[in-house]
């Protein structure tokens, strides 16, 4: 039996995974699938990659291609969700903003450097036409810390999926004011370089599994209520996000690398452009 570490946030866009290692089906190809979730998010899992910490990342698309150009030593091999992911910008639930115009020169609240929500805080001000360079950021780690950053004032904003953090708007922790999405496929596979040259039938394996389970996702009996249960959230948000959801079984294409790594360079988010091929394999 193979070991094959995978990482992945905690959040509905991963329950495929679950189901596939709970029924048994990478066992039955002799791969010993071990999941780790990891709820600070991508910055977190390009870490892990980069120490040997586990072999693939379902990890935001934005994130790892920062950390490739910066030097990580791995690479995508598929795309994994190819709609965009939804970022709720939220406050907290007594803070005077009320529209996202008024948080201009204000904190944002980020899981750490790398990350999504660094990136897309970025993007949004950009989109926001604020001066990026401007931006002051509060390390939190994850959405507790989010909750502690904005309820003191340390931070004003916290960006993150808009779904994960529905509960906490519903529940009064959180008001959400605005959305940003991403403007490119949202969540992509990623796995180390030295794992892939070792192992290439073995990632093919994994792939073929996960990819047969998600082309029939939408369509397993009261998978909307099997979600629902396991994340906590309401059956009608669900419905609706299942609906604005799509994963893919293809890889990444040139053309929108090129428009992911090209907005990371004009934001100053990255120093340099590698080719497509150095990226994607």
């Given amino acids: 039996m193979k070991t094959i ?5 905690p959040e509905h866009f991963n329950l495929p995974w679950h189901l596939c290692i709970e029924s048994g089906e990478f066992e039955e190809v002799g791969l010993d699938v071990q999941w780790t979730d990891v709820p600070e998010g991508t910055g977190k899992m390009c870490q892990m990659l980069r120490n040997n ?3 693939l990342a379902i990890i935001l698309t934005e994130g790892i291609v920062k950390d490739i150009t910066d030097g990580n030593e791995s690479s995508i091999i598929q795309q994994y969700v190819q709609s965009p ?6 406050v907290d639930k007594n803070a005077s903003y009320s529209t996202v115009s008024d948080l201009e020169n204000t904190k944002v609240a980020i899981s750490r450097p790398g990350s999504g929500s660094h990136l897309m805080a970025v993007v949004n001000a950009e989109k926001q036409n604020w001066n990026t360079a ?4 509060e390390i939190v780690n994850n959405v507790d810390g989010a909750i502690d ?6 931070a004003a904003y916290f960006m993150w999926e808009k779904f994960t953090t529905k509960p906490l708007v519903d529940n009064g922790i959180f008001k959400r004011i605005g959305e940003c999405p991403t403007p490119w496929p949202c969540f992509v596979i990623a796995v180390r370089n030295e794992f892939l040259a070792n192992n290439k039938t073995i990632v093919e394996q ?10 029939e996702f939408k369509f397993i009996p009261s998978i909307d209520r099997n979600l629902a249960e396991r994340y906590g959230q309401k059956l009608e948000d669900i419905q609706l996000w299942l609906s604005k959801t799509h994963w893919s079984q293809k890889q990444l294409d040139e053309k929108t690398f090129n428009v992911i790594q ?5 934001l100053n988010l990255i120093k ?3 080719e497509y091929a150095k990226v994607v394999s």
């Fill in 206 to 215: 994994i792939l073929d599994i996960i990819n047969t389970t998600t082309e």
């Fill in 5 to 9: 570490r995978i990482a992945g946030v």
């Fill in 149 to 154: 950053a904005l309820s003191t004032g340390k």
């Fill in 53 to 55: 910490e586990t072999d």
């Fill in 134 to 137: 401007n931006l002051e950021f």
């Fill in 272 to 274: 340099n452009k590698l």
């Fill in 262 to 266: 090209n907005q990371l360079f004009k």
């Fill in 85 to 90: 992911l939804i970022w709720g910008i939220h």
